[in-house]
C-alpha cells in the first residue's frame, strides 16, 4: 500500500512498504535541475550535487567520499533539467548509517577552495567524456539550438553544462544555488522496501528534519513553457571520422497538462514507442544494412510531445538513408499493424511485472505517479495487469496517427560540405508528398 505523509506540512513522503525484499531504497529529490542555472552558468545544479555528496565535516576528501561509495549497495546522486536527487539502496541494517551519512553534508557543509577547483576539474572531464559520441554530439546540439525560449535560454547544452559555462561558477554561485534550492519547500523523500513508518519517521526526525533548510525558492515549473516555434534544417559536423547520422524531430505539441503523470497513458506512449521502433527496424533491414543504429522515441514527458527518428549511417551513405526515410515515411500505413502492437504489448506487460520486484525501480514509479494535486497510484503486479488490459489498440493507434502530423526540423550529421546547402524545405515536401 502506497502512503503520501505530510511530514508536519514542510514537505511529502512517498511510501511504500514492501516486506518480501531486506533492502531499503531512500532518495532525496529536490526541484532544483538545470532549468534553474542562473544565466551563463549552467551546471550549477550539477556541481551543487557533487557538493553535496560530500563536502562535510566527516567527508573532507575525495577519497573519502569514494569510500562511501563502496560502503553501501548503492549511493550515489543525479541531476536532470527538473530535479537534482540523492539516494542510498542499503540492507535494513545500514539504513541509518546511510540516512546519517546522505544528509550530513546538507548541514555541515564545507566550502573549501581547494576541493572547489579539483572538482571543477572532474566536472570538466566528466563533460568531455560525454560528448564525444555522435548522438551525444545531436543531442547538445539539438538543445543548444532549439531552447531559445526564455524559460530555458539559461541551460547550457545539458544538466552538467558546458567547459565554458562551468568555468564562470564561482564558489559563492554554489552557496547561493544551494541556500536557494536545496531546502524543505523544493524537497519530496521517496522510500521503499522493508522498513516500517515508525522507523521512517524517526530517521527523518533525527537526519532530515533538523539537517536540511526549511524555506527558498521554487524550481522550474513545466506549465511555463511556451514551445518550441521554428521548425528548422541543421547542419553539423560529426565527433567520429566517417560516421553519419540524420535526425527528425516532430514536435507535434506542447504536453498536455492534463495527462501529466497520467500512468496509462504514459503506458500507451511507451507501447507506441517499442512499435514504432519493431516496424523502423524491418524496414531498415530490408534497405542492405544502410544504418548501424536506428531509433524512434515518442516522448511524453518534461515539456513538450515529439517523436524523435535517428539513422546512424557511415558518412557516405547518408543520401541513401535519406532517400530510404522518405520511403519509411511514405509507406507508413494509415492505422498501426495489430500484430505488431499485440506483440509489444505483451513484451512490456511481462517485462513491467519483472520490474515491479526492484526497491529502486518501485522508487522510481512511486515518484512518477506523484503529481501536482497530491494523486498517487497504488502500483503493484495485480495493478499493472490491471491497467494493461486497459490498454486498447484503439488507444494506441489513436497516438500514433499523431506521431508525425507535424513538419520535422532535420539535423544531418556529416563531413560531406555538400550538406552545408541541402535543401531543407525540398526534403519536407518529398517525404510529405503521399499527403
Given at each position: ?172 554561485d554554489i552557496k ?44 522550474f515549473s513545466r ?31 506542447k504536453r498536455d ?179
Amino acid at each position: 500500500m502506497i502512503k503520501i505523509i505530510n511530514y508536519k506540512n514542510k514537505f511529502k513522503i512517498l511510501y511504500k512498504q514492501i516486506k518480501a525484499v531486506t533492502g531499503v531504497y531512500f532518495e532525496l529529490k529536490f526541484k532544483a535541475g538545470g532549468y534553474n542555472d542562473p544565466k551563463g552558468k549552467g551546471g550549477t545544479a550539477h556541481f551543487c550535487e557533487h557538493v553535496l555528496m560530500g563536502f562535510s565535516t566527516k567527508n573532507r576528501t575525495r577519497t573519502d567520499r569514494q569510500k562511501d561509495l563502496y560502503r553501501f549497495v548503492e549511493m550515489n546522486a543525479r541531476t536532470s533539467y527538473h530535479y537534482v536527487s540523492f539516494y542510498v539502496r542499503v540492507p535494513n541494517t545500514q539504513i541509518e548509517e546511510a540516512v546519517d551519512r546522505l544528509t550530513d553534508p546538507f548541514a555541515n557543509l564545507l566550502y573549501l577552495d581547494s576541493e572547489f577547483d579539483a572538482e571543477k576539474k572532474i566536472i570538466q572531464d566528466e563533460i568531455v567524456t560525454r560528448v564525444k559520441t555522435n548522438i551525444a554530439t545531436l543531442s547538445l546540439e539539438q538543445r543548444k539550438e532549439l531552447s531559445k525560449n526564455p524559460e530555458i535560454v539559461n541551460c547550457e547544452l545539458s544538466p552538467a553544462g558546458s567547459k565554458e559555462s562551468l568555468a564562470k561558477i564561482t564558489l559563492k554561485d554554489i552557496k547561493n544555488y544551494i541556500d536557494s534550492y536545496f531546502n524543505k519547500d523544493n524537497m519530496t523523500i521517496v522510500v521503499t522496501g522493508n522498513i516500517s513508518i515508525k522507523k521512517l519517521k524517526k530517521l527523518i526526525d533525527k537526519y532530515v528534519d533538523p539537517r536540511i533548510k526549511d524555506h527558498g525558492k521554487i524550481g522550474f515549473s513545466r506549465s511555463d513553457f511556451k514551445g518550441y516555434k521554428d521548425k528548422k534544417y541543421f547542419y553539423l559536423q560529426p565527433v567520429e571520422k566517417d560516421k553519419g547520422l540524420l535526425c527528425l524531430l516532430y514536435f507535434y505539441g506542447k504536453r498536455d497538462m492534463t495527462k501529466y503523470m497520467d500512468r496509462k497513458y504514459e503506458e500507451i506512449i511507451r507501447i507506441l514507442s517499442v512499435c514504432l521502433n519493431e516496424i523502423l527496424f524491418v524496414f531498415i533491414r530490408t534497405k542492405k544494412e544502410l544504418c548501424y543504429g536506428s531509433s524512434i522515441d515518442v516522448f511524453n514527458h518534461n515539456i513538450y510531445q515529439a517523436t524523435d527518428v535517428y539513422l546512424e549511417c557511415q558518412d557516405d551513405k547518408i543520401s541513401e538513408v535519406v532517400e530510404a526515410y522518405k520511403e519509411f515515411y511514405q509507406t507508413l500505413p494509415e492505422d498501426l499493424d495489430r500484430g505488431v502492437f499485440d506483440r509489444q504489448k505483451e513484451k512490456l506487460e511481462n517485462l513491467a511485472n519483472f520490474d515491479l520486484k526492484s526497491t529502486r525501480m518501485q522508487a522510481g514509479m512511486l515518484f512518477s505517479q506523484y503529481d501536482d494535486f497530491g494523486n498517487i497510484i497504488d502500483d503493484d503486479v495485480k495493478y499493472t495487469k490491471k491497467l494493461y488490459d486497459s490498454i486498447s489498440y484503439d488507444d494506441v493507434n489513436r497516438e500514433y496517427k499523431k506521431c508525425f502530423s507535424a513538419k520535422p526540423i532535420l539535423f544531418i550529421m556529416s563531413e560531406n560540405e555538400k550538406y552545408k546547402d541541402f535543401d531543407y524545405q525540398g526534403y519536407v515536401r518529398s517525404i510529405y508528398k503521399k499527403a
